[in-house]
Each structure stands twice: as C-alpha cells, then as structure tokens.
C-alpha cells in the first residue's frame, strides 16, 4: 500500500537535506578558502549551523517517514512542533523590531535619509560597538558607492538630487542633508562656512564625512542608519517569507502525524 503522507514527509525532507548539505559544503568551502571578504567571513558560522540543523533535522525525518521507524518519526515530529512555535514566536520578534524605522523624505531629492534613532534599541545594537568596524569593511569591500562615481549622476547636482539612493548609499556615500555641503562631484562635498553649519546636527555626521575617497560618510551614524533601513527591509521580506514557511510546516506536520499513524499501523490505512 503505497502511503501518501509518508511520501510527502520523505520528500520535502529530502530536499530540505539537500539544501542543508549544500549550505554545509558551502560554508565549508569558505572556511577553507583563504582571502574571503569581511562580508563572506561574517556569514560562514551562521551557515553552517543552520545547515547542520536542516540537515539533522530532515535526515531525522527521512529516516522516520520512508524506513517506518516509529522511534524516529516521534522524534521528529516533537522537533518540528517546537520548530513551528519557534518560528512562530521569531517572527513576532522580528515584526515588533522592524517596526520603527521609516526614511524621511527629503524636500527635493529623489532619496530619503535614514537615521539611527528613529530605529528600535534592538536594532540598534546589531551595529553599535566592534561589530560595526565589520560592517564598515564589508561595505568597503563591496564597493557600495561605486556606481555613483561614473556617469551623469557623479558630475551634475542635479542628476544627482534626483537619484533614488539605496538606503546605504543615501546614509554612506555623501553628507546628510542638514549639514548644507555643496556638490563638487558624487563623492566630493564642500562643507558651507563655519557659521552656516548646524552644530551638533546629525550627531556630529557634518565634521565626520571625509573627501577621502575611501572613507566618505562610512563613520557617519546616517551609515549605520542605512545599514538598518536594509536590514529592515530585509527582515520585512523575512516575514512573508517566515508565514508560507510556517503553513508549510503545518502541512508536513500534520502529514507526518499521518505518517506515524501509518507506521504503527502497517496493515490499515485510515489516512491517506
Ligand atoms: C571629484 O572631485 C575631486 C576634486 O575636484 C576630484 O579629485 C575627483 O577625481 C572627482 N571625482 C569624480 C568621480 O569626478
């Protein structure tokens, strides 16, 4: 007799192993691999514990659901109940700290500017302290501002107003607003006399932007605030992503209790 939940309990965990093993292998490869980027190296431990876990997990599945070994579909499905309430109370998380965090429109540009208080505490911690030297690098490495130093937009102020900037661009590749610089180029700010500048304006962000073409507003707090409206959006997309995660869940949850009734059940098949 040929067991429908079984099948679908064995295959989705299947490829849920095949994309454990993958992430596995990948994050191996990284670690073994010398020169990767401050970026790659940030992601690499996160990896391979999510792929260790996918891969255990289903590989505990499997066994249960296509063997009929009862002792391991148990296992599994306690796994998973905890798994969906996990998820489940992560995803309320991740709503409440992605909450706050709007750009504000700036009259007359075609970006909006970002800044670190108007971000949930939470959030804020993600880039404060030595994590943020990290990001910083990382961001350097992936050369964030580079496609605002050629064309039209890099020459021409106006070209450049208009521009619809990342949020990382808009807090890391030029001065905020407030502090009334004038455009040479896309990457080179003159700041306005001394007693046009707002003191104090953007926690210190006018003194700290630099015509140095490697550093620019990468020390700016508008950088970190970038930096979290990206991770906002993010996580926002997380969310959706989390909600069909958690019904598919269900589905093989309630397929793998099927799954278990079958095993013990060898000879009757009351569900499908
Ligand atoms: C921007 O202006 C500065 C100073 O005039 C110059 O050194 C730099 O090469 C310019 N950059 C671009 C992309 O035009």
């Not at 299947?14 to 020169?35: E, N």
């Not at 993600?126 to 050369?143: M, P, Q, T």
């Not at 707090?221 to 019904?247: D, S, T």
């Amino acid at each position: 007799m040929f067991r429908v939940s079984n099948f679908v309990v064995g295959l989705a965990n299947t490829l849920v192993m095949l994309v454990g093993a993958s992430a596995i292998g990948y994050s191996i490869y990284m670690f073994a691999h010398q020169g990767v980027t401050d970026c790659e190296s940030a992601i690499r431990a996160p990896l391979l514990t999510t792929g260790l876990i996918l891969f255990v997990v289903s590989l505990v599945g499997v066994i249960g659901s296509c063997f009929k070994e009862n002792f391991a579909m148990v296992s599994y499905l306690i796994i998973l109940f905890a798994g969906i309430f996990a998820l489940i109370g992560f995803s309320i998380f991740l709503f409440f700290v992605t909450n706050k965090g709007a750009g504000r429109v700036v009259s007359g540009r075609g970006y909006k500017e970002y800044r670190t208080v108007d971000f949930s505490t939470w959030l804020n911690g993600f880039v404060g302290g030595k994590r943020w030297v990290g990001i910083r690098s990382c961001l350097a490495e992936a050369k964030v501002c580079d496609d605002l130093s050629d064309g039209r937009v890099s020459q021409i102020a106006d070209a450049f107003y208009h521009k619809n900037l990342s949020p990382i661009q808009s807090g890391c590749c030029k001065p905020p607003s407030d502090c009334n610089f004038v455009f040479r180029n896309a990457t080179f700010w003159i700041p306005p006399a001394k007693n046009e500048t707002a003191v104090g304006a953007n926690n210190g962000d006018c003194g700290t932007w630099s015509n140095v073409q490697t550093e620019l507003c990468f020390n700016c707090n508008a950088c970190k605030a970038g930096v979290l409206a990206n991770i906002r959006e993010k996580w926002r997309n997380l969310l959706v992503f989390n909600a069909c995660l958690i019904l598919l869940l269900i589905t093989v949850y309630s397929c793998g209790c099927c799954a278990r009734r079958n095993n013990r059940t060898a000879m009757k098949s009351d569900c499908a």
